[in-house]
């Protein structure tokens, strides 16, 4: 096991575009010019407010038992389902990561929500879930650079609550990180601050990045879905 990694990252680095939201938003396409500029807006009102940081540790020798579709990580076991399984089981590595954007966006979205500005609420509350999956992205991607030179690939991410893993194998997850950047989890397992985000990526000379297995998967409302298929980070 490694130590844990961990990444502070501010908003701007991001470089995120009002164009990220417009799946969230409803828009298959580009969003409208008068939706762009009050996403524009409202990321510019709310490029303080976040607290990004993530981090993850990776273990050695993962077990994987098919029956019941298993893994296992030092002395905590998932039942991590079928299609998950099959995405990792070559693992002869396994990175347990956590992500949030903080709680500052919330506030922002929340203040909005009760005033004058609920349209600036919800674009809040959408671009929130847009910047932790970017800042995710960015950790995986240092993540994967770091294998590169060692000859190891990475497999997507994958977290609990989707591809049939269920959610409260979280409380599991966290059990199993030394440092969860200040993210508690409710009863139900349901982080917060709630745009956050925690998981498990695959490393190894046998997997591969595959970026997202939506036709193979039931869950039809999964944040993933609204996602363009883009290159492997590998």
């Known amino acids: ?79 991590i389902g079928k299609i998950i399984f099959q995405q990792l089981k070559r693992s002869s590595q396994i990175a347990a990561f956590v992500c949030t954007a903080g709680v500052g966006i919330e506030q922002y979205s929340r203040a909005m929500l009760a005033g004058n500005e609920p349209l600036k609420g919800f674009i809040a509350d959408i671009l929130g879930g847009v910047v932790v999956e ?8 240092e993540l994967s650079n770091d294998m590169k030179p060692k000859g190891l690939n990475i497999t997507n991410r994958y977290s609990p609550g989707y591809c049939g893993w269920q959610t409260g194998e979280q409380h599991k997850l966290f059990a199993i990180l030394p440092d969860t950047l200040g993210i508690q989890l409710t009863e ?41 298929h883009t290159e492997p980070v590998n």
């Open 1 to 79: 096991m490694s130590t844990f990694t961990q990444f502070n990252i501010p908003c701007r680095e991001l470089a995120v575009e009002p164009q990220a939201a417009a799946p969230m938003l409803g828009y298959e396409g580009d969003l409208p010019d008068d939706i762009t500029e009050m996403v524009r807006e409202v990321m510019d009102e709310t490029v303080d407010c976040y607290d990004i940081r993530g981090g993850y540790l990776i273990f050695d020798n993962p077990d994987f038992d098919k029956d019941g579709y298993k893994l296992t990580v030092g002395e905590t076991t998932f039942q």
């Open 188 to 228: 139900s397992a349901l982080m917060q601050p709630v745009k956050s985000v925690s998981g498990i990526v695959g490393i190894g000379a046998n997997v591969k990045f595959n970026p997202y297995t939506c036709r193979i998967c039931e869950a039809t409302q999964c944040v993933y879905r609204f996602k363009k």
């Open 134 to 141: 970017a800042a995710i992205d960015k950790i995986q991607q």
